[in-house]
Each structure stands twice: as C-alpha cells, then as structure tokens.
C-alpha cells in the first residue's frame, strides 16, 4: 500500500512502525500535564499529543499520526473529534476490509 496513511488498528501497530497511519478509536484516558493517552481501537494504542492539544475522554476520535519506530506509541499529527454515534465495530470492520481488498481504497 503506497498511500499517504494507512487505516489501522492496535492489532497491526508493529507492521507499521515509523509510518503514517490513520486510527479510529475511543479516547479511554488523557494526561493533559504529559500529552499521553490511551485510544481503544481493537486494543489500546498509547499517543502523544503535541503540547497543549487535549483529548476528551469517552469521546470518539480519528487520529492520524505516525507510529514510533522502537516503543509502538503514535505521535499525533491530527485528532478529529467524532460523533458518539460512530460505531466503532464498524470502523474495525473497515480497517480489515482495507487490508484484505486495498485496491478498493487505494
């Protein structure tokens, strides 16, 4: 896949390290005093967010940002707050269907 960032999940953090990636997930927990926090998205994922950036927890989230090359944590570029309403079965569902079939969304 050549594509600018990928859709992932937890599950597939280590194939993509030091790459650009694209998660949708919950925002569990958020430490804004460290810029650290915690996404579900088929599995926790930890992010670093730029200083002075906050997440709300139980709020929905697409991140894009890259993943680290040793330690598997997602630095974020971007977080967009999501509807409560996304159903987040479905955006796993998603992240699988784009890897098993990528010329469909590449």
Aim: charged share 25%; net charge negative; aromatic share 6%.
């Amino acid at each position: 896949m050549d594509a600018a960032s990928v859709r992932i999940d937890a599950s597939l953090l280590q194939e993509y390290q030091g790459r650009l990636v694209r998660i949708m997930g919950k925002c569990e927990s958020f430490d804004p005093s460290s810029s650290h926090g915690t996404i579900l998205s088929n599995g926790p994922i930890t992010i670093i967010s730029a200083p002075g950036e906050s997440l709300s927890v139980s709020k929905n989230y697409e991140i894009i940002g890259k993943v680290g090359s040793n330690d598997q944590k997602v630095r974020v570029l971007s977080a967009i707050e999501l509807s409560d309403n996304v159903n987040l079965d479905h955006a796993e569902k998603l992240v699988k269907y784009v890897h098993k079939v990528p010329e469909l969304f590449y």
